[in-house]
């Protein structure tokens, strides 16, 4: 199982773990089933999301653009090759590429 797979995995399975024991909680204490289900869902809806940010955090590199104020970034998948790596941190990091000549 790949790094950004495995982190998916553990993340969703922290969170189902999390809402299973809230569930129970909440269950002893005699709160209703739906506000029960509701708080459930919330919890591993929460996962899935931290889950799969952090899967895709794992599987791309970021390049930004280091002239102040640019908000040029570029999100490239990192199993690409070193040449095609190089061209999106190319055309990230030099800003006379992404900017119309004489605006900034
Ligand atoms: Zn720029």
Do not use: W
């Amino acid at each position: 199982m790949n790094k950004p797979v495995l982190a998916e995995a553990t993340t969703l399975a922290a969170f189902a773990t999390l809402a299973v024991a809230f569930a129970d909680l909440l269950a002893d204490h005699h709160v209703s089933a739906l506000a029960t289900l509701a708080v459930a869902l919330f919890i591993l809806n929460t996962g899935i999301f931290l889950g799969d940010a952090l899967g895709r955090t794992l599987r791309t590199r970021l390049y930004r653009c280091p002239t102040r104020r640019c908000p040029v970034t570029i999100t490239a998948p990192r199993n690409l090759g070193e040449d095609a790596l190089r061209h999106y941190r190319t055309q990230a990091t030099d800003h006379t590429l992404h900017t119309q000549a004489g605006t900034r």
